[in-house]
T-cell receptor
């Protein structure tokens, strides 16, 4: 079945540094990937939709200059949190649209970002 | 705009009890998809079911069952004879149709229901 690999699973970084999170579709081509953020005890909020070869579409209120998304190939999308601050600490999850399969979407296992 | 409401923030039951998780949705689309996911403490999302808007058949899978009623825009989830391993956060989600209904658009999640099953 469709598998999405997300790395790293956990990262701790210093305030002011940048962190890159990778999301790879292992056995299928993902023309569209979605990035979500989840704060503790809250729901998943869509941050942006990433389309291969074009600019990402950001949801209202999400700073595109802070959360850089690159989807340069059909199997890889990256989210870079630039100049991270403690308030960016969260759980980030990517998902890929699995084409017309029953499951619809395949999710990565998530990245827990802690900014100190 | 789409919206999913899970009114129950937290539910606590004792093992072997039946429990129903409510989900109410809003959409202007005539073609859409509804999902339920389980999120254990590890954080990964576990797919449980997908239902499209034209299929109102209820579904049963082992101890899990789902009741989809378009008339009330609800897609409720029942766990029969709950077990401690069922403890998790459960999300209901709604996807708009995309590309003429042949694919899936953005996924909107409900707030989630924290289910705790006590031994």
């Amino acid at each position: 079945g469709a598998v999405v690999s997300q790395h790293p699973s956990r990262v701790i970084c210093k305030s002011g540094t940048s962190v890159k999170i990778e999301c790879r579709s292992l056995d299928f081509q993902a023309t569209t990937m979605f990035w979500y953020r989840q704060f503790p005890k809250q729901s998943l909020m869509l941050m942006a939709t990433s389309n291969e070869g074009s600019k990402a579409t950001y949801e209202q209120g999400v700073e595109k200059d802070k959360f850089l998304i690159n989807h340069a190939s059909l199997t890889l999308s990256t989210l870079t949190v630039t100049s991270a601050h403690p308030e960016d600490s969260s759980f980030y999850i990517c998902s890929a649209r699995s084409g017309q399969t029953y499951y619809g979407y395949t999710f990565g296992s998530g990245t827990r970002l802690t900014v100190v | 705009a789409q919206k999913v409401t899970q009114a129950q923030t937290e539910i606590s039951v004792v093992e072997k009890e039946d429990v129903t998780l409510d989900c109410v949705y809003e959409t202007r689309d005539t073609t859409y998809y509804l999902f339920w996911y389980k999120q254990p403490p590890s954080g990964e999302l576990v797919f449980l079911i997908r239902r499209n808007s034209f299929d109102e058949q209820n579904e049963i899978s082992g101890r899990y069952s789902w009741n989809f009623q378009k008339s009330t825009s609800s897609f409720n989830f029942t766990i029969t004879a709950s077990q401690v391993v069922d403890s998790a956060v459960y999300f209901c989600a709604l996807s708009e149709a995309y590309a003429g209904g042949t694919s899936y658009g953005k996924l909107t999640f409900g707030q989630g229901t924290i289910l705790t099953v006590h031994p």
